[in-house]
């Protein structure tokens, strides 16, 4: 079962790493929604090997990268 919790912790760290890499690049913005959908991605499956690991400093960082970034797909979908 750690292997499962593993392999989201590492899908989670290129979901992070692929948005930033796409934003940096001018491919995204911090307007379109699929930007957004990357992060929440990456802190969802964070939470969840954070939460096997018991690793609550990374649970918490991760639950509130995910609600930022939950704000900020609702900010981009409102225009």
């Known amino acids: 079962m750690s292997h ?3 392999l989201l912790g590492w899908i989670g760290s290129f979901c992070f790493l692929f948005s930033y890499y796409n934003l940096i690049k001018g491919k995204w913005n911090a307007k379109q929604p ?8 990456g802190s969802a499956l964070f939470v969840a090997n954070a939460t096997f690991y018991g690793a609550w400093a990374v649970l918490f960082i991760n ?3 995910g609600i930022i970034a939950c704000f900020g797909l609702y900010k981009s979908m409102k225009h």
């Open 4 to 6: 499962f919790f593993e």
């Open 34 to 41: 699929v930007y957004h959908w990357y992060n929440i991605a």
């Open 63 to 65: 639950l509130a990268w």
